[in-house]
């Protein structure tokens, strides 16, 4: 796989024949064929920038991964998608997985959190969109209770615990616990299911609290069973409004430039 020189490639226990990439904005006009501001790889089609652009760094993806990328229509819900060869781009759906060799299930992201998922032995893969409304309406939950049944997975409970270390579960960069400010509804939201999540926010002083995506992340993939998480820890390097020169930011560039490209995370078997 020909990438980005600055695209992250998931540090963590997959298999060979599991292949993974977060695409970064690019470093310069080589890396690229958007204009600002969004250059200079916008994978996203929806946010104005020019149609030709986002088809050739969309070409330029597909060649690097050797695999076809499905783009979905991502609306922060929790709908699911199984991915199959004539799957078209453009379906409704904020996660997708696939049994396939050959097809990239792709999220977009410019702040949301992105999550990776297959097993130790490989006989699936999953990538999940998880904004804070969709990971509080049970995107990871849904996603992983449909890994499992793709994967041959059991079910009950007891097989579940017995399977915690099959799954590896892989967060992306999103916008980080000190740039997330938030209402005190989305606290409520998350904290009416698990009282453990209110450790997760820090409140500010105008009634507003910042949110730990990533640790909310975390949260529900252990409660689902999932004991290896790697990625994205919080840590600043991780965050996309701190880190410009890397990573698009709607929260940091649609008010002050007009725009934000889209970054797209990917999982496929080989």
Known sequence: MTRGADWLVPDWPA?????AVFTTRGQGAG?????????????????????????????????????????????????????????????RADAALTDRPGLACTVMVADCLPVLLTDLQGRAVAAAHAGWRGLAGGVLERTL????????????????????????????????????????????????????AAACFVPLADGKVLADLPALARRRLAAAG???????????????????????????????????GRMAACIWRV
């Open 226 to 260: 999932v004991a290896r998480v790697h990625g994205n820890d919080g840590a600043a390097a991780w965050c996309t409004v701190g880190n410009a020169a890397r990573f698009f930011s709607y929260r940091r560039d649609q008010r002050r430039q007009g725009g934000s």
């Open 31 to 91: 890396d690229g064929a958007s204009a600002a501001p969004f250059d200079f790889f916008n994978l996203g089609g929806h946010v104005g920038d020019a149609p030709a652009a986002v088809a050739a760094n969309r070409a330029r993806l597909q060649r690097a991964l050797g695999a076809r990328p499905v783009y979905l229509d991502q609306v922060h819900g929790t709908e699911v998608l199984a991915l199959h060869p004539d799957t078209p781009d453009g379906a």
């Open 15 to 19: 298999p060979p024949h599991v292949q």
């Open 145 to 196: 209770e449909q890994f499992r049944a793709l994967a041959g997975m059991q079910q009950a409970q007891a097989a579940i615990d017995s399977e915690a270390n099959e799954i590896v579960a892989w967060l992306g960069p999103c916008i980080g616990p000190q740039a997330f400010e938030v209402g005190l509804e989305v606290r409520a939201a998350f904290v009416a299911a698990d009282a453990g």
